[in-house]
């Protein structure tokens, strides 16, 4: 189902393909109030791929009445749970029956490999969705026990009308991850999609529109983040905010809902995310293997990236050869074809951003074990980095590119205060032999997700989350991001003798 085509038949349907442009409020794809435009580029050709509407904030006013009036009136909020699960079920299929051309359109979009496009994001994002979906009406609310003379209930309310503000880098899986447990909770959405990345959101709303999803309940507006996102996390009709990006836009959505209505803010920000290797890990290749993965994968592009190698010094060394090993199956070139495991970053701005990280490789005179080189200003090979310290960038700022910092350690507690030397802690992963060393190690590591002997993200059924300065006020994925969208209402009801004995009267 979710295999790869082949690269003439991926570039047959870029040929081809029809690529939406406008905004979608209100049922309908519509171009901004103002009229304006900005362009969308391929970052793998530096072209001109589409004009795509600028909105402001007069857009996201139109956009917040329109899902306010859908969210006040009860057109998707009052449907019975089963019927918002068949709604969302629906799109999960037209999902999967597009899924060639929303692969396309992602790849020229954001300059991810079609392969992973079509063998991750996209089956990812089905599952996300039907997950969510039906999970809705196999979740029960409580009664409490609070004695003889009353009756106390704990209900989840859908929390209104939520503004989800994208990322780039994993365009259709982030949407889901949020309009998945959204919609499925019976909240109206307001989309912002990163600008790099419009055009599969779009799509996705036009395919909701068509499953059913009813109008006013699925919007997208599109344009910058100073236009778009800032009168979102302002507005006085926006009940929530789920944010996924980096961590200084994060901080001001916490300053936007202090100043308009408290809204309810949740953030998914950076990571600077440690691999730590102990002397007793089993299968030194398979940990290269996994290294690899977990460093480069979606070009490093990636918040849960495994960007430091913390290893012991004793096998350093042959663990740097084996990454070697396996560096030579991930060839970079054209996304579109299918061989290819390293596509273009997103954009020209973020192209100089990660180079920036390969210049200090030589003015802090460290060794550079692989890769280092550039293509067409687009194009960063796998790079690994030998000899980095706590002190140095590579360390410590999150790059977003392919770039893999190695570091070494003596004892124990010195990997793990390696480990925790960072501002963010979203995920890490341990190679170990010993269950006492992974528990230990697993619990000293200051992350919402540590992987033991593998790099993952978990699935659909373990939140996703940091710590510290990766994240704030809840989880993606799980039931958990469920309790997001919700706010928990109590009814308390008195059956006392005496309100009975006032009732007969
Ligand atoms: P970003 O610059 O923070 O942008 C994220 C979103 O916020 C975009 O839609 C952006 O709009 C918008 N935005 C930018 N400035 C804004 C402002 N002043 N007010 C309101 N909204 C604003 O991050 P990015 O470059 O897109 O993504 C990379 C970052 O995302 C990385 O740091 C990465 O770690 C993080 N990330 C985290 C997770 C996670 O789950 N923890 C997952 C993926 C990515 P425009 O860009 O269109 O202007
Ligand atoms: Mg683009």
Redesign the pocket.
């Known amino acids: 189902m979710h295999e790869p085509l082949t690269a003439a038949e991926y570039k047959a349907i870029a040929a081809e393909i029809q690529l939406p442009t406008n905004a979608f409020i209100d049922g309908s794809f519509r171009p901004a109030i103002s009229g304006k435009t900005f362009t969308s580029v391929n970052p793998a050709t530096g072209e001109a791929l589409a004009a795509i509407t600028a909105c402001d904030a007069s857009d996201v006013d139109y956009a917040v009445a329109k899902a306010k009036e859908a969210f006040d009136d009860g057109r998707w909020r009052l449907r019975s749970p089963g019927e918002r699960r068949d709604a969302l079920l629906k799109l999960a299929k037209l999902i999967e029956r597009n899924r060639h051309e929303l692969a396309v359109m992602e790849s020229l979009d954001s300059g991810k490999p079609v392969r992973e496009c079509q063998t991750v994001d996209i089956p990812d994002t089905i599952h996300t969705i039907r997950w969510h979906a039906e999970l809705i009406d196999k979740i029960y609310d409580n009664t409490n026990n609070v004695g003889p003379d009353a009756l106390a209930m704990v209900v989840r309310e859908p929390i209104g009308v939520v503004g989800c503000?994208?990322?780039?880098?994993?365009p259709l899986l982030?949407l889901a991850?949020k309009i998945g447990p959204a919609l499925a909770a019976g909240c109206s959405v307001i989309v912002?999609?990163?600008?790099?990345t419009t055009l599969t959101t779009l799509r996705v709303a036009e395919l909701a529109h068509e499953a059913g999803i009813p109008a006013g309940v699925f919007n997208v507006v599109t344009?910058?983040?100073?236009d778009?996102?800032?009168p979102?996390?302002l507005h006085m009709d926006v009940d929530m905010v789920a944010?996924?990006?980096?961590?200084?836009?994060?901080r001001?959505?916490l300053r936007?809902a202090a100043d308009s209505n408290l809204k309810k803010v949740v953030?998914?920000?950076?990571?600077k995310n440690p691999a730590v290797v102990l002397p007793d890990a089993e299968d030194l290749d398979l940990v290269a293997e996994q290294v690899v993965n977990g460093a480069f994968w979606n070009m490093g592009?990636?918040?849960?990236a495994t960007s430091r190698l913390i290893v012991h010094s004793s096998i350093k060394d042959e663990l740097l050869k084996r990454i070697g090993a396996y560096l030579r199956e991930w060839k970079t070139g054209d996304p579109l074809d299918p061989e290819n495991r390293i596509g273009a970053l997103v954009s020209q701005s973020?192209f100089q951003k990660v180079k920036s990280f390969l210049d200090d490789v030589e003015a802090e005179e460290l060794s550079l074990v692989h890769g280092g080189g550039t293509h067409k200003d687009a194009f960063i090979e796998p790079t690994v980095v030998d000899g980095v310290t706590p002190k140095s960038r590579l360390f410590q700022e999150?790059i977003?590119g392919p770039i893999l910092s190695v570091t070494t350690f003596e004892t124990l507690p010195e990997a793990v205060a390696l480990a925790n030397d960072t501002n963010y802690g979203?995920t890490a992963s341990v190679y170990t032999g010993s269950l006492r060393n992974a528990i230990r190690l697993s619990r000293d590591i200051r992350a919402g997700l540590v992987t033991v002997n593998c790099f993952g993200e978990g699935d659909a059924t373990t939140p996703?989350?940091?710590y510290k300065e990766?994240?704030f006020g809840g989880r993606?994925k799980s039931v958990f991001a469920h309790d997001n969208y919700c706010e928990l209402k109590t009814i308390w009801i008195d059956i006392s003798d005496r309100s009975i004995d006032e009732m007969i009267r």
């Open positions: 503000v994208l990322p780039w880098n994993f982030m991850w912002k999609p990163a600008q790099e344009g910058s983040g100073k778009v996102g800032e979102i996390g944010f996924t990006g980096s961590t200084p836009t994060g001001r959505f936007y953030l998914e920000c950076g990571g592009e990636n918040c849960s973020h999150e977003f979203l996703f989350g940091g990766s994240g993606d």
